[in-house]
């Protein structure tokens, strides 16, 4: 006897959720977004049981899907978009992960797309992009941390599997991050064992919205009170200046030095710069008086007065990282991948002193 499987419902329920999509319906029911456009388009690849869970949980949810994508067959065309982010302030960071991507993304045989989003823009700009608007990408890196509002919503409606890089907060999944707690921590420890113990952290400007700022500032602080030192003064209070302002550093160099401070954390290589830029304009040498290091690194503080002692997260390693995670959803029908987390090496410079030991 036939069994009669339920329809698509025509019409929404009084109730619908608001912006279900593909992937929504897929997490509910506990398979692959794949599995969910397979019932969709009425595929005989779907058993009986699996079929008539989705269809119940489409039903429930009020989800339509798009009549127009819902007709047009996936096909692999081995070309991986990146959306990247335009950088406010002038580093590396950018450059070593497109390095780090292109390279992977070579060396697996792929083709790589992109497109650009400015500072602070919308998540629905990303709607707008030529790259996005296209059916030509298996899947998608997103480098876009300061990006305001919900990526995933916007993105989802996109039908291609995604990634992100340096996220603005930590996600379980599909994500590569650097272990911001781990970094400041090292640093902390760095100083520690030079015997340094009055140890102050240098946030970044109040307008840094990303996660790293915050765990940054746990790492180093959690690194001190284990050691049951006490964190040195503002550590959790953000820099005024945006990069082209110097007085909060000099201000902060002085209060360093009325409080007895030996030695500085800063949140990053700029962070690093302008505090070395503010002990030269203040008359107090590093690494005799004041030593530095920075939570990352950038090739151009080689070349300071003194050469910056640095944690550096290899954003080429990311890239390299982001491209095999998001190659491994696409083969696996869009499955999960836990989310990746990438270690600091020690770049050793000049701007840390040893201490006599105490």
Same mark, same amino acid.
Not at 1 to 7: A, F, I, R, S, W
Not at 26 to 54: C, L, Q, Y
Not at 187 to 213: D, F, G, V, W
């Given at each position: 006897?036939?069994?009669?499987?339920?329809?698509?419902?025509?019409?929404?329920?009084?109730?619908?959720?608001?912006?279900?999509?593909?992937?929504?319906?897929?997490?509910?029911?506990?398979?692959?977004?794949?599995?969910?456009?397979?019932?969709?388009?009425?595929?005989?690849?779907?058993?009986?049981?699996?079929?008539?869970?989705?269809?119940?949980?489409?039903?429930?949810?009020?989800?339509?899907?798009?009549?127009?994508?819902?007709?047009?067959?996936?096909?692999?065309?081995?070309?991986?978009?990146?959306?990247?982010?335009?950088?406010?302030?002038?580093?590396?960071?950018?450059?070593?992960?497109?390095?780090?991507?292109?390279?992977?993304?070579?060396?697996?045989?792929?083709?790589?797309?992109?497109?650009? =989003?400015? %500072? !602070?823009? *919308? $998540?629905?700009? #990303?709607?707008?992009?030529?790259?996005?608007? @296209?059916?030509?990408?298996?899947?998608?890196?997103?480098?876009?941390?300061?990006?305001?509002?919900?990526?995933?919503?916007?993105?989802?409606?996109?039908?291609?599997?995604?990634?992100?890089?340096?996220?603005?907060?930590?996600?379980?999944?599909?994500?590569?991050?650097?272990?911001?707690?781990?970094?400041?921590?090292?640093?902390?420890?760095?100083?520690?064992?030079?015997?340094?113990?009055?140890?102050?952290?240098?946030?970044?400007?109040?307008?840094?919205?990303?996660?790293?700022?915050?765990?940054?500032?746990?790492?180093?602080?959690?690194?001190?009170?284990?050691?049951?030192?006490?964190?040195?003064?503002?550590?959790?209070?953000?820099?005024?200046?945006?990069?082209?302002?110097?007085?909060?550093?000099?201000?902060?160099?002085?209060?360093?030095?009325?409080?007895?401070?030996?030695?500085? =954390?800063? %949140? !990053?290589? *700029? $962070?690093?710069? #302008?505090?070395?830029?503010?002990?030269?304009? @203040?008359?107090?040498?590093?690494?005799?008086?004041?030593?530095?290091?920075?939570?990352?690194?950038?090739?151009?503080?080689?070349?300071?007065?003194?050469?910056?002692?640095?944690?550096?997260?290899?954003?080429?390693?990311?890239?390299?990282?982001?491209?095999?995670?998001?190659?491994?959803?696409?083969?696996?029908?869009?499955?999960?991948?836990?989310?990746?987390?990438?270690?600091?090496?020690?770049?050793?410079?000049?701007?840390?002193?040893?201490?006599?030991?105490?």
């Amino acid at each position: 006897m036939e069994t009669v499987l339920p329809k698509l419902q025509t019409q929404a329920p009084s109730r619908p959720r608001v912006n279900v999509t593909c992937i929504d319906i897929a997490r509910m029911v506990g398979v692959a977004p794949s599995t969910v456009s397979r019932v969709i388009n009425h595929s005989e690849k779907v058993s009986a049981d699996t079929r008539a869970r989705v269809l119940s949980a489409i039903q429930a949810t009020g989800y339509r899907p798009s009549v127009a994508a819902s007709s047009l067959p996936r096909r692999k065309h081995d070309v991986v978009g990146l959306v990247s982010e335009m950088a406010v302030d002038p580093s590396s960071y950018g450059p070593d992960l497109i390095r780090g991507i292109s390279i992977a993304i070579s060396k697996l045989g792929q083709r790589l797309a992109m497109d650009t =989003v400015q %500072y !602070n823009d *919308p $998540a629905e700009v #990303l709607e707008r992009l030529p790259l996005l608007r @296209s059916l030509s990408i298996d899947g998608l890196i997103l480098d876009t941390h300061s990006i305001v509002g919900d990526i995933d919503a916007i993105v989802a409606k996109m039908r291609v599997p995604y990634v992100f890089v340096n996220a603005p907060i930590p996600r379980t999944y599909n994500t590569v991050m650097p272990d911001d707690i781990y970094v400041a921590g090292l640093a902390t420890e760095y100083l520690i064992e030079r015997h340094h113990r009055k140890i102050a952290y240098l946030p970044y400007a109040e307008r840094q919205r990303h996660s790293s700022q915050a765990l940054r500032m746990a790492g180093y602080s959690q690194t001190m009170m284990r050691l049951e030192l006490p964190p040195g003064p503002l550590w959790n209070v953000p820099t005024k200046a945006d990069g082209h302002q110097i007085e909060d550093y000099i201000e902060r160099v002085r209060i360093y030095r009325e409080k007895g401070i030996t030695g500085v =954390v800063t %949140y !990053n290589a *700029p $962070a690093a710069a #302008l505090l070395m830029r503010a002990c030269v304009m @203040s008359n107090v040498r590093v690494p005799h008086e004041l030593s530095i290091i920075s939570c990352d690194y950038d090739p151009m503080n080689r070349y300071t007065v003194v050469p910056i002692t640095s944690l550096h997260l290899d954003r080429a390693e990311m890239g390299d990282a982001a491209v095999r995670m998001l190659l491994w959803r696409i083969e696996n029908d869009w499955a999960d991948a836990p989310s990746v987390s990438i270690q600091a090496k020690l770049v050793e410079m000049e701007s840390v002193h040893l201490l006599t030991e105490p």
